[in-house]
């Protein structure tokens, strides 16, 4: 089986202006091809550190896959020190001047010299097309090491890895590698790792634990000669995890818990609403940053101060200087107010002190109440969260109340 790494191209990246999500992509494509990422590493602009990390690379891997530094600058030198540790030249590929002559004359804009640059490729490489840039990427071999040099901005590099790196590396693979992320919300790594404990020691298909910001979630995978077999391996695992873990389960593959939210609620042809105190319209952005969100969200209420819990949602000021904002029975109210207002069949509140301190109160940091409403009932939940992170506390709570509607949609609340 081919060995490959990786190597991110900018000193950006080693100075932490931009986040490095190419190789993170990289890695999980290369995965599900069945090509082992052995090595991963991030070199700046500059020539002689990328000409000896080339040679290292070269040593131990069938293929090394370079990202960024394919611009028109003097500082973008990827292309140029992979040709001259290959021993190769550069020559003008005329198909790809013109591409670039054509975007600047499109766009009224005059082309500086400088942009030919990136139209520089040797004569024997296979070049990958650049639907969304100017800058082509290529492939070069030299004594059986393979070089693929992609664009480093996603928006580049996602499609020419899909359209053009792809074809190119079928070649390498001889298994296919499927691997399916089965996501929970409401129980830790460590109590779901328990109930799953004899799983975890599965050879194919693999089970692995891992957790984020609240939730937790197994990644199974499974190695065959076709994506179907890989497939079939893995099936009778997963449901075996959702047997097991039943209740916690809110999806599989999905990217997060809104998504699976508003999935439910289209299918349950069913409207929700919010009404956020210390979330800030987080839940409600959350919600909208799903595409098709506008068929499931009627209206989102950021009742920040006091005289908008009682103006607009129609909290008891009574209630407000007797239990506080931060309480059981303003939640409640203030799920039941969203719901007036907005005509929705559910609506879900949050109010509570995100910190970093106890905003005048006696309250602990990470107390949050959680409302959920319909035309019937209200249920509330207390989190603490124990965490004096506002960030983390605003984001966590936003996630319970997400998880409050799928509940309730299953029928588990």
Wanted: with cysteine; glycine share 8%; proline share 4%.
């Amino acid at each position: 089986m081919a060995v490959c790494e990786l190597i991110s191209v900018g000193t950006e990246i080693l100075l932490g202006d931009i986040l490095n999500t190419d190789a993170q992509y990289l890695s999980i494509e290369l995965a599900k091809l069945g090509i082992s990422v052995i090595h991963q590493s991030t070199v700046g602009d500059n020539r002689e550190r990328l000409l000896a990390q080339l040679d290292e690379a070269a040593k131990r891997s069938d293929i090394i896959i370079l990202s960024g530094g394919l611009g028109p600058t003097p500082d973008d030198l990827t292309k140029e020190v992979c040709c001259e540790f290959f021993g190769k030249e550069l020559q003008l590929h005329e198909p790809t001047a013109k591409k670039i002559r054509n975007y600047f004359s499109s766009k009224g804009l005059e082309m500086a010299q400088s942009n030919l640059k990136q139209a520089m490729l040797p004569r024997d490489c296979v070049i990958f097309p650049n639907e969304n840039g100017t800058a082509p990427g290529m492939a070069i071999e030299k004594d059986g090491v393979h070089i693929l040099v992609l664009p480093g901005p996603p928006r580049e590099l996602k499609p020419m890895f899909r359209n053009s790196a792809i074809p190119y590396l079928m070649q390498f693979s001889d298994k296919i590698i499927v691997s399916h992320n089965i996501r929970t919300f409401g129980i830790g790594e460590s109590a779901m790792a328990e109930k799953v404990r004899d799983l975890l020691d599965g050879k194919n298909p693999t089970v692995a634990p891992y957790a984020k910001d609240g939730e937790a979630l197994l990644r199974v995978t499974a190695m065959a000669d076709s994506e179907d077999d890989a497939e079939k391996l893995c099936e009778p695992v997963i449901d075996e995890i959702k047997s097991r873990l039943d209740g916690f389960v809110y999806g599989v593959d999905y990217t997060c818990i809104e998504e699976a939210v508003v999935e439910l609620l289209r299918n349950n042809c069913l409207k929700a609403a919010t009404a956020e105190s210390c979330t800030g319209g987080l839940i409600a952005k959350r919600i909208t940053d799903v595409s098709g969100a506008s068929d499931v969200f009627d209206c989102g209420i950021i009742s920040y101060s006091n005289e908008i819990k009682n103006k607009i949602l129609g909290v008891s000021e009574d209630d407000l200087k007797k239990y506080g904002a931060v309480s059981e029975p303003v939640a409640r109210q203030m799920a039941q107010g969203a719901l007036r207002v907005s005509g929705a069949d559910v609506a879900v509140s949050v109010t509570g002190i995100a910190g970093p301190n106890s905003d005048g109160t006696d309250k602990p940091v990470g107390l949050v109440y959680i409302a959920l409403a319909d035309k019937d009932n209200v249920w509330v939940k207390e989190l603490r969260t124990s965490r004096n992170d506002r960030s983390y506390n605003r984001y966590v709570s936003a996630s319970n109340a997400l998880n409050m509607i799928r509940l309730y949609i299953d029928k588990k609340l």
